[in-house]
């Protein structure tokens, strides 16, 4: 058995991480308007990060998700975001213009369906639904010179 003053101090730290988490959790739901938008936004967030360590680390593999390099992800995004960007609002912070890209590309690359973009992304199929034609006409409108197609 520890000394009581060691384990006033574990007690008082699981107290404090505690009181963050419970923060943290009721600034999500807040946010995202989610019951479990803390888990959400951890997984949002893993996945951020896995794309951008592919990105640096293994050019193969993130080409193999998205079918585009890195770099011509960037240019390309950097060509359509003006099209594609949306406000925050009081009520929520909007989708990133670079993950609605993301999951415009997997979606062109693999042929998911949005439940499972969904599942990959944390954005519902329904909001999926709704921006994926827009990211398209912007892709469209801004490469329309370099499209080719047969009469």
């Not at 008082?12 to 999500?28: D, F, M, P, S, V």
Request: charged fraction near 25%; charge should be neutral.
């Amino acid at each position: 058995m520890p000394p009581p003053h060691i384990q006033a101090c574990v007690q008082l730290i699981g107290a404090l991480l505690l009181y963050e988490l419970q923060n943290i959790l009721e600034k999500r739901k807040r946010e995202h308007g989610s019951r479990n938008g803390f888990v959400e936004g951890l997984c949002m967030v893993h996945l951020i990060t896995l794309l951008k360590e592919l990105a640096e680390e293994d050019p193969a593999e993130y080409r193999k998700h998205l079918r585009m390099s890195p770099e011509k992800f960037d240019e390309l995004l950097t060509m359509i975001e003006p099209s594609i960007r949306k406000q925050d609002t009081v009520m929520r912070m909007a989708i990133p213009t670079r993950t609605k890209l993301e999951i415009t590309l997997r979606y062109l690359a693999s042929g998911d369906s949005f439940k499972t973009l969904h599942h990959l992304y944390r954005v519902s199929a329904n909001t999926i639904s709704c921006f994926l034609p827009e990211v398209l006409s912007a892709i469209f409108d801004c490469l329309h010179s370099y499209i080719k197609v047969s009469n």
